[in-house]
């Protein structure tokens, strides 16, 4: 399978394209991010045959027909998000890319017949938000614009998108300002951790290797034009969470002091809390023959991978 990865980077982006990899496909990875910039969550695939990387912006109209016409992918997963860092530019970003993936695709699949055409797909990943209406940050804004304009672009031109939604990723090699790094990081180094509105924040919770092993089947065998839950109900209070974190903790690596959740506390109230999406999985483990791994493997895999790196860090310093 010949995938094309906008922000094949990023944590999502770097799982997809590491699993397509893996399992023997080929990637064009397309990343604005400059390529002297380490990322460490590709090191296993970089150099791997089957995977390529341009420096490009998904914007970039002209660039992105050429790299689909001479890449000639059998799908387009469309992940790239434009920083928050830069809130002048979001709106236009997220819409810029959003038309030059669709133009792209428009013009390519006109260049397909027979089986090639029937078969490809553009698969486009939605961060879902709660059903309880609640004031969008500006980057939800421009994100939730975009996907509006995908989907009903697509419709009018009869391009083949699927829409996934998903909740709250986590994994390694994960940005250590989200929820569930900031988590691990506290308690490994053995700082303590204050939750935020009484801990009582919910999300539902997906695994990063399910999330990328879903946008993958939507790829494969998703429906045109139609919309999938990516989700292993588990919807958790943030409390919940470190609980289950601490309780693993204790398994492996008993704290000295005590148990590790004596770390954790709470703070402020739940008045401001999130709440998750209503997500169902039960279409896309149907339809695309999805079989996630679960909230507790995916758990499992990602402390055992913080403790290997926390022991890489401390033998780093050791021999220093």
Do not use: K
């Not at 434009?82 to 699949?109: F, K």
């Not at 089986?115 to 059903?131: G, I, Q, T």
């Not at 999938?228 to 601490?246: F, M, N, P, W, Y």
Request: proline share 6%.
């Amino acid at each position: 399978m010949r995938v094309l990865v906008t922000g094949g980077c990023g944590f999502v982006g770097s799982a997809v394209v590491r699993l397509v990899v893996e399992s023997g496909g080929q990637v064009m990875n397309l990343d604005r991010r400059r390529r002297a910039t380490p990322t460490p969550a590709l090191n296993p695939i970089a150099n791997r045959e089957g995977y390529a990387r341009l420096e490009i912006d998904a914007a970039d109209r002209p660039m992105m027909r050429s790299v689909m016409r001479e890449f000639a992918p059998d799908a387009v997963i469309h992940l790239a998000a434009a920083p928050e860092s830069e809130p002048d530019a979001l709106l236009d970003s997220e819409i810029g890319m959003a038309h030059s993936v669709l133009e792209a695709s428009r013009h390519y699949i006109a260049t397909l017949a027979g089986e090639r055409r029937d078969n490809f797909r553009l698969v486009h990943l939605l961060r879902a938000e709660s059903d309880i209406p609640a004031a969008l940050t500006e980057a939800q804004a421009a994100r939730s614009t975009a996907a509006a304009l995908m989907d009903r672009w697509s419709r009018a031109c009869g391009l083949p998108l699927v829409t996934c939604a998903a909740g709250e990723a986590f994994g390694p090699w994960q940005s250590q300002t989200s929820f569930m790094a900031s988590l691990l990081s506290h308690l490994l180094y053995e700082r303590p951790i204050a939750l935020p509105n009484a801990g009582e924040s919910v999300r539902d919770w997906l695994p990063i290797r399910d999330l990328a092993t879903g946008l993958i089947a939507a790829a494969q065998f998703g429906a045109p034009q139609s919309h999938v839950d990516l989700s292993v109900d588990a919807e958790r209070r943030d409390i919940d969470v470190a609980e289950s974190v601490c309780a693993l903790l204790d398994e492996r690596i008993p704290h000295a002091a005590g148990p590790w959740m004596d770390l954790v506390s709470c703070t402020g109230d739940a008045t401001s809390a999130l709440l998750a999406p209503m997500l169902d999985s039960a279409e896309a483990e149907r339809d695309l023959g999805w079989q996630p791994q679960g909230f507790h493997t995916g758990l499992d895999r990602l402390l055992s991978w913080a403790l290997a790196s926390r022991a890489a860090v401390q033998a780093r310093v050791a021999a220093e």
